[in-house]
């Protein structure tokens, strides 16, 4: 009886110093972003790092602009002793090395915005994936344009509709592919539908694609205009207002929750009209709260969840955004 005893308090000693053991491994998480000079990558970010204050983990944020980036940022993350990192990939096909690598360093992957694209072409879905559900957004904003436009009597015929893209990304591509759709679907016509390119997802190269576009339709008198994100749209209503083109002939509406929402507060009216808001708190603290029950309990995230738009005005915003717990977000 007493040997029981012994051997019983000894394994109350075994578990209580293994479970002391194990709270003071402390979790450490990644999130490395391929812009980090954008405002939306800035909120992801900031609800990101809101999450680990409040249970208490270090997380460690890394702008990786290039694939050599981002091959370094993962070695530095291994180095001290990070379990897991969130992603958003400066580009989609660098997705098997990733994985290759975070796997050979025990690390979990958890990617955001943009998903890895495989060796043959086709999505990774084998990593847990958080995206914006891209194509009802779309539909809505070229839904949105074309009513605007009619709630003005803009007569369609003399209106172009200019979609600012960058279809080597399967999300942009869904959202723009959706916009022209939804015109067309509203009786907007075809032929004045015209696509332009933002080669690097920013204003600057949204504004680059926008004034090709611009110089090869010379005659339209008025202006509707959806893109990818944001910053599209906004490149594209600055290359307009270089043209003469103000907020009475220009219907802009972008996608995101950063740089447009600045756009509201600027005085008077621009062609910027509404965007559709996405939750940078979704996709900052969510995913990381989903990678840190991972590393900690073993509980495996849901490979794809996608996140829902809600079109704002500068009207609306504040309002909105409020409402879906964004405020935070909200530019000062
Ligand atoms: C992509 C775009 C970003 C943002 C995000 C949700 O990564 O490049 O601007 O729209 O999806």
Redesign the pocket.
Known sequence: MKLVKIACFILLLFVLIANGYSAEQKVKLGFLV??PE?L?FQNEWKFAQKFADEVGIDLIKIGTTDGEKVMTAIDNLATQKVQGFVI?TPDVRLGPAIIKKANSKNLKVFTV??RFVGADGNPVEDVPYMG?SSTQIGFDIGKACYEEAKKRGWNMNETGAMVVTHDE?E??KQRTDAEKDALIKAGFPANNIFTAVNKT?DVPGGMDGANVTLTQNPTIKKWLVAG??E?SVIGAVRALEGKGFDGNTTIGIG??AGAGLLEFKKPGVNGFFATSA?SPYR?GYETTKLLYEWVKDGKKPPMKTLTAGYIVTRETYVKTMTELGLADSLPK
């Open positions: 391929k812009q954008e939306w958003c915005d943009d914006i990304l999300t942009i997802l990818g994100n910053e996608l995101g996405i996709h």
